[in-house]
């Protein structure tokens, strides 16, 4: 069973500075890696979508890694504003194409 | 384009009561769609897999009596919570899948809140 772990929990930092968020999963036969975000009481937002083939992909101030061999992926936000607070969460897509999602990390970006 | 909406976008009812939601692809044909539930603070669970026109697949610990799923056209599938309770109280999330390849896409609706006193 796929099992995706968030790290950190939480996470606060001043408006200006980069974020690092990091995901990690046990079972490296994935098809693809999604990251989202989430406000809260709201659905998932999509932010970006690498396939299995891909190393990264990036998206504005946005851009995400994936190592498949090693199990990890991260996402790094540049120059963080308080409009980036919000829950991301990673989520892999296994062989029958569903989802398995982290628990998510909490970003407060604080002005 | 490939726009997912949730009917309703929450509910409060009676314990007893079966609530229906409904998720819409609005502007493209699902294949697939999959029903989430996500209780505060924590993380989607995925609770069945919709493919139009044949039985929902539901994950191990959910109860498809409970939970019923149909998937009646390409862009419409709806959960029916039958007999609900205050434990099945939760965010409810729907998402569909255009195709069966890999490359493609989850996409999510807005999600539904039931509450059930």
């Known amino acids: 069973k796929q099992e995706v772990t968030q790290i950190p929990a939480a996470l606060s930092v001043p408006e200006g500075e980069n974020l690092v968020l990091n995901c990690s999963f046990t079972d490296s036969a994935i098809y693809n890696l999604q990251w989202f975000r989430q406000d809260p009481g709201k659905g998932l937002t999509s932010l970006l979508l690498?396939?299995?083939?891909?190393r990264e992909q990036t998206s504005g101030r946005l851009n995400a890694s994936l190592d498949k061999s090693s199990g990890r992926s991260t996402l790094y936000i540049a120059a963080s504003q308080p409009g980036d607070s919000a829950t991301y969460l990673c989520a892999v897509c296994t062989n029958d194409y569903k989802l398995s999602f982290g628990a998510g990390t909490t970003v407060t970006v604080r002005a | 384009g490939a726009v997912v909406s949730q009917h309703p976008s929450w509910v409060i009812c009676k314990s007893g009561t079966s609530v229906k939601i409904e998720c819409r692809s609005l502007d493209f044909q699902a294949t697939t769609m999959f029903w989430y539930r996500q209780f505060p603070k924590q993380s989607l669970m995925l609770m069945a897999t919709?493919?139009?026109?044949?039985?929902?697949?539901?994950e191990q610990g959910v109860e498809k009596d409970k939970f019923l799923i149909n998937h009646a056209s390409l862009t419409l599938s709806t959960l029916t919570v039958t007999s609900a309770h205050p434990e099945d109280s939760s965010f409810y999330i729907c998402?569909?899948?255009?195709?069966?390849?890999?490359?493609?896409?989850?996409?999510f609706g807005p999600g539904t809140r039931l509450t059930v006193l």
């Open positions: 919709s493919n139009e026109g044949s039985k929902a697949t539901y």
């Open positions: 998402s569909a899948r255009v195709g069966r390849s890999s490359y493609n896409e989850q996409f």
């Open positions: 690498i396939q299995s083939s891909q």
